[in-house]
């Protein structure tokens, strides 16, 4: 069976332990994914789960746009060894109009720097993050967390078709094989639901299944 990409392109620069454990997981999501690293061996080593893979200076701005680099939707600079080529990288992917920019940071001021250069979510990687912010980026799911292997716990908003709704009515056990383990309505703090729960329009819920499950239910949170 032919595989099907569900997205537009996202771009990787920097396939070290991070971006190529997030390339991976969004390859295997059926994302598209485009590779980019100076590193020969690397690019090499990850281009089994990357649709393009590139070996090339993302710090040079003519060559992103000749990849055509600018028309992704998704972009994350994963590079780890270089801050100079960090920066340089995410002010290239938001001087060419790449919409969603996620960059990998070591310390809290050079996370400060990529927002000014143009940054839109700053990552501070330790364990599962790569897997993690591909979830994130592929969905609309605020945050991720895997419990165990093949079962997750994600927060997300509350989709509109179940807006007003109890917790009952909405049957996600049923029709998703989810659970809704509590909830959070705006301005307030987690709260443990019941088969009565009434889901507003803001809440935050937190919903534990099978990663497939949570998947298919998290493209249902509005845009």
């Not at 080593?45 to 992103?64: G, K, M, P, Q």
């Not at 998704?74 to 590079?79: G, K, N, R, S």
């Amino acid at each position: 069976m032919a595989r099907q990409a569900r997205n537009a392109t996202v771009i990787v620069v920097g396939l070290g332990r991070f971006g190529s454990a997030l390339a991976e997981e969004l390859y295997a999501e059926g994302h598209e994914v485009m590779g980019i690293d100076t590193d020969e061996d690397l690019v090499q080593r990850c281009s089994e789960f990357l649709t393009f893979a590139e070996v090339c200076d993302a710090t040079n701005i003519d060559t992103l746009t000749q990849l055509g680099v600018g028309h992704a939707t998704h972009a994350v600079v994963a590079i780890g060894d270089s801050l100079q080529a960090s920066i340089l990288t995410t002010a290239n992917l938001s001087e060419l109009g790449v919409t969603d920019i996620w960059a990998k940071a070591l310390t809290l001021q050079h996370g400060r720097i990529l927002e000014r250069v143009g940054a839109h979510n700053i990552v501070f990687p330790e364990g599962d993050a790569g897997r993690r912010v591909a979830h994130r980026i592929s969905s609309k799911v605020a945050e991720y967390v895997e419990l165990d292997e093949g079962f997750v716990l994600a927060e997300l908003t509350v989709p509109y078709a179940y807006v007003g709704s109890t917790v009952q009515e909405c049957a996600l056990r049923e029709t998703y094989g989810v659970s809704v383990v509590c909830h959070k309505p705006l301005g307030g703090t987690f709260e443990v639901t019941t088969g009565n729960t009434v889901l507003g329009e803001k809440d935050l819920i937190l919903v534990a299944g099978p990663e497939d499950a949570i998947e298919r239910f998290a493209q249902m949170s509005r845009e």
